[in-house]
């Protein structure tokens, strides 16, 4: 069983301001393809999860540039480069290795 | 446009059964591997279960193996989640999920991923 965590569980943000988001899995999700398979959800308020990075690295169709993705093995982070009002919500990590993934606690983003 | 509409959900006592349903439209559901995912308060987001493509595999977390059985029909385009022996714990809102795995190829990466709008299940007295 693969456990993923993240850091912090809670982040208050200022409006154009960056904010980045840590998650760590217990063992490697590099595949010999080279490729990471970790993705980042964020569900906003009263929605469904929604993706946004997958790959590690990939931004999902119709995901603002201002996303980032990076990281390999087990240590993996996404980056807002400037945040904006409707970026509130929670952010989870999930390792997409196992037949069912397991998604990391949840990153509380919300406005200062 | 990719849909997902849940169906089924409500208030049901522990120790009976009931089943959610999804309907699909937008893309061409046979092709796709389907999954169950639940969401508490407690234990955030759990991938519950998951049938190939075909109906032919089928593969289920510890917390609900023999007790829940995920169905789809490619017919109907529907996926199906029969659940039994109900427990309080199993009180969440159920969302059904269409994924396949992101790929690179040709110098493009693609992902498939979309999500219903969740079902609300209360089991209790």
């Known amino acids: 069983e693969i456990v993923m965590t993240q850091s912090p569980l809670f982040l208050p943000v200022t409006p154009g301001e960056p904010a980045s988001i840590s998650c760590r899995s217990s063992?490697?999700?590099?595949?010999?393809?080279?490729?990471?398979?970790l993705d980042w959800y964020v569900q906003k308020p009263g929605q469904s999860p929604q993706l946004l990075i997958y790959?590690?690295?990939h931004r999902a169709s119709g995901v603002p540039d201002r996303f980032s993705g990076s990281g390999s093995g087990t240590e993996f982070t996404l980056k807002i480069s400037r945040v904006e009002a409707e970026d509130v919500g929670v952010y989870y990590c999930?390792?997409?290795?196992?037949?069912?993934?397991?998604f990391g606690p949840g990153t509380r983003v919300e406005i200062k | 446009q990719v849909h997902l509409v849940e169906s089924g959900g409500g208030v049901v006592q522990p120790a009976t059964s009931l089943r959610l349903s999804c309907a699909a439209s937008g893309f061409t559901f046979s092709n796709y591997p389907m999954y169950w995912v639940r969401q508490t308060p407690v234990k955030g987001l759990e991938w519950l279960a998951v049938?190939?493509?075909?109906?032919?595999?089928?593969n289920y977390a510890d917390s609900v193996k023999g007790r829940f059985t995920i169905s789809r029909d490619n017919v109907q385009n529907t996926l199906h989640l029969q659940m039994s022996t109900l427990r309080a714990e199993d009180t969440a809102v159920y969302y059904c999920v269409v994924r396949d795995e992101g790929y690179c190829t040709g110098g493009s990466c693609y992902s498939f991923d979309y999500w219903g709008q969740g079902a609300h299940v209360t089991v209790s007295s």
């Open positions: 999930m390792e997409g290795l196992q037949i069912l993934f397991t």
């Open positions: 063992q490697s999700l590099q595949k010999s393809n080279g490729y990471n398979y």
């Open positions: 049938v190939s493509y075909d109906g032919s595999n089928k």
């Open positions: 790959l590690g690295s």
